[in-house]
């Protein structure tokens, strides 16, 4: 329908909202990983396949989506083989600013393996 239309003005997503809201996620507040496992079909977490777009949808989706999910997979990869990261600290508190941000650095406690 706007398919040429020129918007005036700036679009935000309200990232805050809806990764905070009830409507998109079971138990927002809650530590859950596998809710962005989209292919898992036993996965109890359901999300919204729209919810989260981090590099855009479409024609206009970053070029270099691929390269960054596969340059943090194999940065996970090598942390995790070589260390046991532990988090025994307080609950972890952010700041939004457009983006989330820890409040404090994260403190993991990492033991060679």
Known sequence: ILE????QT???FPHLVVSNST?????PDTFMPERWIKKD????AKTHPFVSLPFGFGRRTCLGRRFAEVELQILLAKIFRKYQVEYHYDDF???VCPTYIPENPPKFRMIER
């Open 4 to 7: 040429h239309y020129l918007f």
């Open 10 to 12: 700036h679009v935000i």
């Open 23 to 27: 409507k998109y996620f079971q138990n």
């Open 41 to 44: 079909k036993d996965c109890p």
């Open 93 to 95: 508190r952010y700041k």
